[in-house]
């Protein structure tokens, strides 16, 4: 019988949907260095921390630059990610979530976000969940990007808890990467097939609890 003391909850995808902002702003600086850049293309980013994210589109482009105008290219994708975000509000919270955290709280489990985003705190702060995470792991506090497990492992830290206790909620194969490797129940959410790297998925939270999630993870055990 697994015994779940912990969540650990992706952002960008499972909690918000910002993933199509992230598309606008990264195909506008695509678009100013004339690389064409998809919807498809923008899947490959899900998860990645930023300039990882802009490696990928300069590779894209088969184009290299220097430190300082990646730089300077980063920091115009983010003000306009962030004008793109700032009308976010509660309405965006994806379904089942704010459901689910409160009855995780009510029962004693510990709720920590692990996030690549530097935006997490504004975001969470602009859609009214920011307090009812027992700890915030972003972008911010970060060596390395997922799928390193560096973000989960500092949740579980927080959580002061063993990653064997904990499920990582996520949408991303990068995400479900770096909750496998660092010893998570990786919970996919979203599309079975692109997932198959987690150790259970389900299409969205609309409908998850916390007797379904003891249920889906001990099926697995
Ligand atoms: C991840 C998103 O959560 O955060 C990626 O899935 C994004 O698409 C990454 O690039 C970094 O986000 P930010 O907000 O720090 O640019
Ligand atoms: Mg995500």
Not at 7 to 13: A, E, I, K, N, R
Request: contains cysteine.
């Amino acid at each position: 019988m697994y015994t779940i003391k912990g969540c650990l909850f992706d952002m960008d995808g499972v909690i918000v949907d910002t993933a199509k902002h992230h598309f606008t702003a990264w195909k506008a600086l695509a678009e100013e260095l004339s690389i064409p850049f998809t919807s498809k293309d923008n899947e490959a980013l899900k998860g990645l921390g930023r300039l990882d994210s802009l490696e990928k589109i300069l590779q894209l482009g088969n184009l290299e630059l220097n430190s300082n105008t990646k730089l300077k290219l980063m920091e115009n994708k983010n003000s306009l990610y962030l004008e793109l975000v700032r009308s976010m509000s509660e309405e965006d919270i994806l379904p089942g979530v704010c459901g689910l955290i409160e009855e995780l709280k009510v029962k004693g489990i510990g709720v920590c976000l692990g996030s690549s985003s530097r935006n997490a705190s504004i975001i969470l702060k602009n859609i009214g969940l920011f307090n009812l995470f027992d700890g915030v792991v972003d972008g911010n506090h970060l060596t390395f990007s997922k799928p390193d497990p560096e973000v989960f492992i500092k949740g579980a830290k927080i959580l002061e808890l063993s990653p064997s206790n904990c499920v990582v909620f996520e949408d991303a194969v990068a995400g479900v990467e770096a909750a496998k490797s660092g010893g998570f129940f990786a919970l996919g959410v979203g599309d079975h097939k692109e997932l198959d790297n987690a150790d259970a998925v389900v299409s969205d939270l609309s409908k998850m609890n916390f007797s379904k999630l003891l249920e889906i993870v001990n099926r697995n055990d």
